[in-house]
């Protein structure tokens, strides 16, 4: 996969991004909203790119995929870009910025055309993305693109969720 528009590219992960990576996951924007991305040292990284890279003759699918984001201007990883094949109907999405580039339009964007190609591989699943309710800038990017919320749901009374789903 490589997408690509006027500010930014969704491409495959290389060996290369590991640094970069780390940079992007130990950031305080990361540990509150993806905690479980937070916790990679350098070695996991690497083992992560290794499994990643490994996986994508299986992608999109069979198995799950992580995409690199990239800031088109500067070459610089600003994000991530995951899906999840949850079962025979249905996609998970989820992508997550460097906050300093989301007032610039990258992580709707990268939804866009995340979503875009998502559909069009795979037309006969519905795509769902996940943003947790207390995440304003990540429901308003998802929002933006005309997605409706079709489910709220809570964890454990701790955590709400929203659901966006395009058929």
Known sequence: ???????IIIRKFCLNDGA???ELLSGEYIAKWMPGWFKFDEQEIVEWLHEVI???ADCLTKSDCSYAVIDKSSGVLIGRADCTIKDDNEIGAT???NPNYIEQGCL????RLFTKCLISMHSDKSIEIISQAENAVESKAIEELGLPRVEISRIKEVKT???YRMA
């Open 20 to 22: 970069e990576l780390r």
């Open 95 to 97: 992508i997550i910025i």
């Open 54 to 56: 490994n996986d994508y």
């Open 108 to 111: 709707t964007e990268a939804y």
């Open 1 to 7: 996969m490589h997408l690509e528009s006027n500010i």
């Open 161 to 163: 969720f929203n659901h």
